[in-house]
């Protein structure tokens, strides 16, 4: 396993101005029912789990050792201090993370059928998330990342879409690596076409992309998401690397010069909330440490198992951020298959 390199880790103490991976966007409070395959009106109790993408990508990294920071905003209410205290409690970077007085905190109440997949209802009118402004941006942190991680949600509506295309520029002119996972939510976008147009504007600014086959049959209007020819449409000049995840068959990957699939561990699916997040978590905890992998073929499929196994780990328990796991869980998980 001494492919698995390791980020320099942190430890309790860390320079707050120069984090590996910048994760921009949303953080809320993802409500689970106790018991999966019923309606969000016959769940008889719901757990209140920490949720949001990015803010899943970047507790995730830091699970696994790596150096990670925040940026967006919550409400200024008991749900918003408690999201800062988890991440400070993970350690990761909150000094870009925002409160808003007037806003409350993003709720999501997730109900789970029998497989674990999800059905969401937003609480979200709006929500202190959609309110960062670019004058609240904490630029020192983003412009000294390696690596700056982003979805759609935050480009749905202004100011919030206003001061992501700040960050991501600001990002994209210090060198910064951009890493961009649309995270479709299609009941948060006025209609689908606004959607697909949204997820689309900011395309061919990134440098990987994270995508899942539901994703590809919408964004390319219904065509097959496991042909190659139709994921290749998607591949755009300056890309390095376009992944696509596959749930629990792992994911396929494809770069200018080689593409092929890695394959998932099996486990028993309890709910896939945060799985992809933990897969992202996992893969650029790799890249952060060591950029070349991605010319190199091996090494990226390496990376990938890994990221794979952070996956699959994740659905194993209900939430996302209680769920990601350590380094040590996947080193266990994989040396776990490989015997």
Known sequence: MSGFARVSGKGDSFDSSNSDVVCFGEMLIDFVPTVS?????????????????????????ARLGGSSAFVGKVGEDEFGYMLANILKENNVNSEGMRFDPGARTALAFVTLRNDGEREFMFYRNPSADMLLQESELDFDIITKAKIFHYGSISLITDPCKSAHIAA??????????????????????PSAESAREGILSVWDTADIIKISEEEISFLTNGEDPYDDAVVRKL????????????????????????????????VNAVDTTGAGDAFVAGFLY?????????????????????????????VTERGAIPALPSREAVLGALLGRVA
């Open 168 to 189: 991501s520029k600001a990002a994209k002119e210090a060198g910064v690596l951009l890493s961009y996972d649309p995270n479709l939510r299609l009941p948060l976008w």
């Open 286 to 314: 790799q890249l952060a440490s060591d950029f070349s992998l991605l010319q190199d073929e091996e090494r990226l499929r390496e990376a990938l198992r890994f990221a794979n196994a952070c996956g699959a780990l994740t």
């Open 37 to 61: 395959g019923v309606s969000l009106a016959e769940a008889p109790a719901f757990k209140k789990a920490p949720g949001g993408a990015p803010a899943n990508v970047a507790v995730g990294i």
């Open 235 to 266: 591949f755009h000049p300056n890309l390095k690397l376009l992944l696509v995840t596959e749930g629990a068959d792992g994911c396929r990957y494809y770069s200018k010069g080689f593409s092929g699939r890695v394959g998932g561990l099996q």
